[in-house]
């Protein structure tokens, strides 16, 4: 073997035995190292955006938070969160995802501890603001920094891995914060304030343990052999050379472009659905009679499901080589899950019907990622992403505020959740649309 210069990708030579086994180490050694600590970041900072869902079942008549006063504070975590995503995204590019991604994560954790100080729906909604702004850009930032490292053909399941950490947290969440809430009175706090406090303190580690762990490119990763790199910067070089070629686009025309547009409405749909279930399930399961205990317990279930449905969703799409129908498949069951609620009152056929919507709304999120990414120029991947999760973050203020609004006005959560069904539906459609339309202009 000629010696090749690190940082300069040569052409790809023949597939043979010895191309696999060093395919196979190649991509072992990257998914060992940054899949378990990406799965760990994303998961502790997803607790702490929805851990305000438990923290209410306290929390609210302590401070006086009426349904829509919660909405409005849950939700406003959107603002700040869209407000600075696409900004934050470029800094990651100039600074590079093994700084800014700590960083992200230890100014999640400072700013979750300041909601033990909060004491009204002023102050609430004021942290709720600042922690959406600090979390801003860690989920697009995550996907780009993959597409930096991962390969089409581990795409899909690779990203579902990391966003099981979406119901990871739910499901590891709802029993760990139902029993932090049961430390009421301890040194003078309330429960809700010792979940807060606690469930804070992960996040500072794990962003201490990214800075030790990413790299930010193959070419500056000592632990890959010259061999693995060089392996590994064909394979994604190759790869990007296939992906709309020669297209140059301002970043900010971004904002114009109907497809991205369009992507980001399919995410704000099934996003709206997944906030919805994740902010409000506390509250629609005790108010079915269930005690704090049995909440938690009970409201690990749906998560349960949606970790199955992200890994196995995700594999199926990857051995598959299909995007299109796997997102639209899982909107269309987000939907019927949602949907199924409105028939009943009892608690473990909502149970039931919620843990179907799971399996929609958290399996579609690994292939619908492979397939916006896999259409974007790979030059502006992190703004297009940043475009996209900006646009559907929004879903996370509509989704949770129109169930507040609507549970305040009807006394009852059959019309927000018939609300997120129908938004899930549009998801589906909007999918199945787009992909025909670009299959006709391809064909012109």
């Known amino acids: 073997m000629t010696d090749t210069p690190v940082g300069k990708p040569v052409a790809p030579p023949l597939i043979s035995t010895a191309d696999d086994a060093l395919e196979a180490s190649t991509m072992r050694l990257v998914r060992r190292r940054f899949l378990p600590v990406l799965v760990l970041g994303f998961l502790v900072a997803y607790l ?13 008549s302590d401070l006086g ?11 406003v975590f959107f603002w700040g969160y869209f407000l600075f995503e696409l900004p934050s995204n470029l ?46 850009g860690l989920f697009p930032g995550v996907i780009y920094f993959m597409s930096l490292w991962f390969p089409k053909r581990y795409k899909a399941q690779d990203m579902a891995l990391f966003m ?17 809430l049961a430390l009421d009175g301890a040194l003078g706090l309330r429960g809700w304030q010792w979940m807060y406090l606690i469930e804070s303190v992960p996040a500072i580690v ?32 190759q790869e990007k050379v296939q992906v709309q070629p020669g297209v140059k686009i301002s970043k900010w025309q971004l904002l114009k472009d109907v497809n991205l547009l369009c992507y980001g ?43 199955v449905a992200t890994i196995v969703w995700g594999w199926s799409s990857d051995i598959r080589k299909e995007r299109v129908w796997h997102t639209a498949i899982a909107s269309f069951v987000s939907a019927l899950g949602l949907g199924l609620c409105l028939l009943t009152v009892s608690p473990a056929l909502t149970v039931a019907f919620l843990s179907v919507s799971a399996l929609g709304l ?18 502006l991947a992190a703004a297009g992403i940043a475009v996209i999760t900006s646009l559907a973050g929004l879903a996370g203020f509509v989704g949770p505020y129109v169930v507040g609004w609507l549970k305040t006005v009807s006394n009852s959560y059959s019309a927000g959740l018939g609300f997120l069904a129908l938004l899930c539906v549009v ?7 787009q992909a025909s339309l670009q299959g006709t202009k391809q064909r012109d």
Not at 109 to 122: C, D, H, K, T, Y
Not at 164 to 180: D, E, K, N, Y
Not at 362 to 379: D, H, I, N, Q
């Open 206 to 237: 794990i962003g201490l343990m990214c800075y030790r762990l990413l790299s930010d490119t193959p070419a500056n990763a000592p632990w890959l052999s010259r061999e693995q790199q060089v392996w590994l910067q064909n394979r994604l070089a």
């Open 265 to 307: 409405a399919i995410f704000f749909g099934v996003t709206a659905g997944s906030y919805g279930l994740s902010l409000w399930l506390p509250l629609i399961l005790k108010g079915l009679g269930l005690t704090t205990f049995e909440t938690g317990l009970m409201g690990a279930v749906p998560f349960a499901f949606g970790c």
């Open 164 to 180: 099981m950490a979406i119901p990871l947290s739910g499901f590891i969440g709802a029993p760990v914060s139902s029993w932090l």
């Open 362 to 379: 958290y399996g579609v999120k690994g292939p619908f990622f492979a397939l916006a990414t896999e259409r974007l120029p790979p030059s």
């Open 427 to 433: 998801s589906g459609l909007l999918t199945l649309i």
């Open 91 to 136: 800094v990651l590019e100039k600074v590079g995802a093994r700084i800014w991604v700590s960083r992200i994560l230890i100014t999640i954790g400072l700013v979750s501890m300041a909601m033990v100080a909060i004491r009204g729906p002023v102050s609430f909604e004021i942290v709720r603001f600042l922690l959406g702004a600090a979390e801003a």
């Open 48 to 60: 702490d955006r929805v851990n305000v869902g438990f923290a209410a079942l306290t929390a609210n």
């Open 65 to 75: 938070l009426s349904p829509t006063d919660f909405a409005l504070g849950a939700g």
